[in-house]
């Protein structure tokens, strides 16, 4: 005969034991079930010495279970201590192998072959026992581990940690004291970390005991027959590939749910995806009646969260009211939204109301809302504008908007409840492509893109959908909006998604043509080879197309088109593009059109190259053909707004630095005689206020924004960490220490400027850089400044295009004569 419990517990981890705990506590008949001969097995394959940290900070604890920060054999002391101080009914190596619903209890079956009965189990068991692993060629080397148990048995080695989040990251600065370490993150930051590991990982990069590489994924390992380093890493960043040679690779890739176990429970998820989430109530119960999941299982890997699961679920179970620990803040969010409805009622109409979100389980909709705002727009609202620079996502709850993607103010689609948009912003981090306007009164969810890109992370569903009507956008966006909707969705569903890193050929010059090239994120150059060299044409930003010339001819590829940064550009077949062209008359006049103009630019540009030749300055620095490319290497590509200096006007009076300087605290943002030149233009340095800023990546106080008409600037919070400084690969930006400036300087007198007090704290060094004097009206000063004119302030896709056009070059060279 079976054995009965109320309760039974499976998994002696932080929320199994928790919940053990407080059943004990409540005097009902439980018992814990524990596959290892030991407690928490996670924990103990930490590495030694591990810090175990108490995240998040302000979370209280409601359990029996004592935790507070401190070292990984400290927490597994306590625990061990309360687990026979509280005689905690435990049994060791007992392996749950069938999990069922009975006619009338809930039925498991151990590998012993004992079987048990409960009115309700508590499925607490983890994730780690289901690693990642590389899947590239040379992931099984026996220099590759996917744990690392002692730091201190590797010394005066180069060790590469593969992996952004906080094991990977506690595994680099464990490691740091004695060996060389490198980092490599997919991600653009380390958003995944809990705030103390960052902090320590900023201090050590900052003093030069690790680095890091970001955007950054492993292509393959080799072996090296000879030398010093056994291995050598070939890396995809996004400057290209880059080799690492190194002694071993400690890959910490994170774990996969074990969902064929609790598919085999019956229990049931939103989506196919491997790595989806089980399908759980707000009190933690599946679809299987009496079966709950709490932990890293639920979603929530966070011991502290773990912990409070498990008190929480076994109040539920036993019918005791205890609400969330986050219910009173979800209650403020919602304050002015359903205000007469309960939290848990609010989030289902929520997810009712917007089917994206019912891909997330209730506990992940919680965190969403908790990490987003509110709006509560009315008739002619404005959620944004084409052009901003604004990167939140928005679900629309209630309400209708009008999109505008033109300036002839009428709306070219409309989003009701259930829609979302951003998702532009989301996957490139580039301007707004068109309006959005609120039509009636509207409920929308305003979610900051760190959020959304760390969740659609761990829903590949959610990253899946939000993809393909990334693409749909950018094909109605470069192609027009004369397209049917049956047209629109059968270029979007049949596109392709391709990544290129900086300097990598979309296609060269001679090549059969494959399709259409539409510019997602990005930028790319366009080149000939013309009098026996490459000639650099254009350039072309996000949300255009290349590769348009040999669809309307039927020749090949007519010129050669290079990433100028990283770029992703959505692929639409030749084949599917005719066919779409021969039903659209006005796609293919906008084609041949811009095949015309192509041909008669090409003339003109072959015309140039020939004067510069039989001047004898084929070659030269000055050559119009190299202009484009200057202006590319120097940043321009990813730039919204560049300074530059005519050397042949410029009288070296230095009052642009001054100026600068006095409406700054006095730490001046350009630097006049340095940065490169061509002929007489000069790039100083000064900064680019890049679409996808660089200095933003790894800001612990989340201190560096952009401002509504694209200036990125840094506020007050800086804390002087210097990652700003390292992330920048244009120099751009100095620690320096600001000082009071109470009275006005000259300059601002003359030039109607109040200062501001930026006071010193302690003496300490912030981060500095060109705000473009957002806050100034009149605009920058550097330029007012200057007395001849020298000074020019350019948007980059008016000066590239300019640099390439007819006159273009003799207004950026001077007369001619250089």
């Known amino acids: 005969m079976s054995e009965h419990f109320n309760i039974i517990i ?53 359990s029996p279970l004592p935790f507070t920060a401190s070292l990984r054999e400290t927490v597994l002391e306590n625990w061990e201590k309360t687990i026979a101080d509280s005689n905690v009914n435990v049994r060791y190596e007992s392996k749950v192998v069938s999990l069922k619903r009975g006619k009338k209890w809930l039925e498991i ?59 990977g990251v506690e595994n680099a600065l464990a490691l740091t004291d004695r060996n060389q370490v490198i980092i490599l993150n997919r991600a653009e930051d380390f958003s995944n970390c809990k705030d103390s590991n960052l902090s320590q990982l900023t201090d050590a990069r900052k003093k030069g005991a690790l680095d890091w590489l970001l955007e950054t994924r492993p ?82 890997p966070l011991i502290k969260q773990g912990i409070n699961q498990g008190y929480e679920v076994i109040e539920y179970i036993l019918g005791n009211p205890v609400e969330p620990a986050d219910t009173t803040l979800l209650r403020e969010k919602f304050a002015s939204f359903c205000s007469d409805r ?68 009428v709306a070219d689609d409309t989003l009701k409840a259930g829609d979302f948009f951003g998702e532009m912003a989301l996957v490139s981090g580039r301007r707004r492509p068109g309006t959005v306007r609120a039509r009636t009164q509207c409920v929308l969810i305003e979610t900051p893109r760190r959020v959304m890109q760390k969740l659609i992370g761990s829903v590949p569903s959610m990253r899946r959908v939000l993809n393909e009507v990334a693409i749909k956008t950018v094909v109605q966006i470069c192609i027009g909006l004369s397209l049917s909707e049956e047209d629109l969705n059968d270029l979007a569903n049949n596109a392709t998604l391709k990544s290129y890193v900086a300097g990598e050929e979309l296609f060269h010059e001679g090549d059969q043509a494959d399709g259409l090239y539409l510019i997602q994120s990005g930028s790319v150059t366009v080149s000939r080879m013309i009098g026996g060299r490459e000639v650099v044409l254009f350039y072309v930003a996000a949300g255009n197309y290349v590769g348009e010339m040999s669809l309307v001819s039927g020749e090949p590829r007519y010129a050669t088109v290079r990433a100028a940064i990283a770029t992703e550009a959505v692929l639409i ?159 751009v930006i100095q620690m320096a220490v600001i000082h009071d400036q109470p009275e006005r300087s000259l300059w601002q007198i003359l030039l109607g400027i109040q200062p501001k007090a930026l006071p010193v704290v302690d003496g300490a060094k912030v981060a500095v850089k060109c705000d473009m004097c957002k806050d100034i009206i009149d605009g920058p000063v550097c330029v007012r400044a200057c007395p001849v004119g020298a000074a020019l302030r350019v948007n980059p896709e008016e000066l590239l295009s300019y640099a390439g056009g007819k006159s273009g070059e003799a207004a950026l060279l001077g007369s001619g004569e250089s």
Request: glycine share 8%; net charge negative; hydrophobic share 35%.
């Open 573 to 731: 077949d030749a084949g599917r593009m005719s066919d779409i062209i021969a039903r659209n008359p006005e796609i293919r006049s906008e084609l041949d059109g811009r095949y015309l103009q192509h041909l008669q630019d090409q003339e003109q540009r072959q015309q140039q190259e020939a004067m510069f030749d039989s001047s004898g300055a084929s070659g030269s620095p000055s050559t119009p053909s190299n202009l484009i490319s200057f202006l590319i290497q120097q940043g321009v590509g990813e730039a919204t707004d560049v300074l530059l200096i005519d050397e042949s006007l410029c009288v070296r009076c230095n009052y642009c630095e001054e100026a600068c300087a006095n409406t700054h605290g006095g730490a001046t943002r350009l630097d006049r005689d340095a940065g490169p030149i061509f002929a007489n233009i000069r790039v100083p340095t000064s900064c680019r206020h890049c679409e996808h800023p660089h200095c933003m990546k790894d800001c612990p106080p989340d201190a560096i924004h952009r401002a509504p008409h694209g200036e990125v600037y840094i506020d007050d919070s800086c804390i002087g960490c210097g990652n700003c400084q390292q992330n920048c690969p244009y120099d």
């Open 109 to 167: 079956a151990l590998a012993d072959g004992e079987k048990l009965t409960a009115e309700h189990v508590v499925l607490a068991i983890g994730v780690q026992g289901n690693l990642r692993k590389l899947d590239i060629p040379g992931g099984d080397l026996p220099q590759i581990q996917y744990q690392l148990d002692d730091p201190q048995a590797y010394q005066d080695e180069t060790i590469v940690v593969i992996g952004g989040g906080d094991s």
């Open 219 to 300: 292509q393959s390992i080799e072996t090296n027959a000879k030398g010093e380093y056994p291995i050598t890493v070939f890396a995809n960043t996004p400057n290209g590939i880059e080799r690492i040679p190194c002694h071993r690779v400690i890959a910490r890739l994170g774990a996969l749910p074990p969902r064929p176990v609790l598919e085999g429970f019956g229990v049931s998820f939103p989506t196919t995806d491997l790595e989806a989430l089980p399908l759980l109530s707000s009190h933690y119960e599946s679809n299987v009646p009496g079966l709950y999941i709490i932990g890293s299982l639920a979603g929530y």
């Open 10 to 62: 499976i998994g002696a981890g932080p929320s199994g034991l928790s919940a053990a705990l407080r059943a004990a506590e409540q005097n009902v008949s439980y018992l814990l079930l524990e596959a290892e001969q030991a407690p928490a097995s996670t924990i103990r394959n930490y590495q030694r010495g591990k810090l175990v940290m108490s995240e998040p900070r302000g979370l209280p604890i409601r």
């Open 342 to 409: 309960g939290v848990d009622d609010v989030l289902e109409k929520i997810r009712k109301s917007v089917p994206l979100l019912a891909m997330l389980n209730t506990l992940q909709l919680r965190e969403l809302v908790l990490e987003s705002n509110i709006l509560l727009s009315g008739p002619g609202d404005y959620i944004f504008k084409r052009n901003d620079y604004s990167t939140t996502f928005f679900f629309v709850v209630e309400g209708e908007l009008d999109v505008l993607i033109d300036d002839d103010d």
